[in-house]
């Protein structure tokens, strides 16, 4: 194997643990979106897929979780369920990743390791993608909230949080990762190898050499 098709599959696999632990950090950070009002400049809230904060300048914060999952927004029942699948495909797609490494022996021939390979980027660009949903749609629904015009200039919006942050870098490095992956497959794969390009020199040489015989016969 390439030494650079290694190193390709090595880094993948990096920015695939890195990108999950991303998105992990997003699910559970109650910072997706976050309000402050000039009436108490002292707090700022916060809200998450499981809980609501409220933070104060002195340092110190107060969180409460949801009471139910029936009284929950549409939108944050669709993020809790689409987030929770991502790290659920993204664990299944780093483990099916490693069991095609090179370095890993035991998991059948060079064939059997590039399906392992192939299909753990897919599985990872899937988890990127299942990300990037539902973080693009809290996202879309802040900004039409926003800029509402029905909603009176002195009552406080929602803006961006962290967690939204750290869950489009989750989602995007999900998605590079996966194409790494695949990418270091598809190399050794379309590469011509020196062995095979050998033997049919070989081969034609034998058999140009045949027909001379022939031919002086």
């Not at 979106?33 to 916060?46: D, N, R």
């Not at 107060?62 to 790290?87: H, I, N, P, T």
């Not at 598809?186 to 045949?210: A, H, K, L, N």
């Amino acid at each position: 194997m390439d030494p650079r098709d290694g190193a390709l599959e090595l880094l993948g696999l990096l920015v695939y643990v890195g990108a999950w632990l991303c998105t992990l950090a997003a699910t559970l950070l109650p910072q997706w979106l976050t309000m402050s009002t000039a009436l108490l400049p002292v707090e700022s809230y916060g809200l998450g897929l499981w809980e609501t904060c409220v933070v104060q300048d002195v340092g110190s914060t107060e969180c409460r979780a949801y009471d139910g999952l029936l009284g929950l927004a549409g939108y944050l029942k669709l993020a809790r369920v689409l987030m929770c699948a991502s790290l659920a495909v993204g664990v299944l797609g780093m483990l099916t990743a490693v069991g095609g490494l090179h370095l890993v022996g035991g998991c059948g021939g060079p064939g059997a390791k590039r399906t392992l390979m192939v299909t753990g980027g897919v599985l990872g660009g899937a988890a990127g993608l299942l990300c990037l949903i539902p973080v693009s749609y809290v996202a879309h629904m802040a900004v039409a909230h926003f800029f509402d015009d029905n909603v009176p200039d002195m009552v406080p919006r929602w803006e961006f949080g962290e967690a939204l942050f750290l869950g489009w870098a989750g989602g995007v490095l999900l998605v590079g990762a996966g194409l790494l992956l695949v990418s270091s497959r598809w190399r050794s794969q379309v590469e011509p190898q020196p062995g095979g390009m050998q033997r049919r020199y070989q081969v034609m040489s034998t058999d140009v050499s045949f027909r001379k015989q022939s031919e002086y016969v």
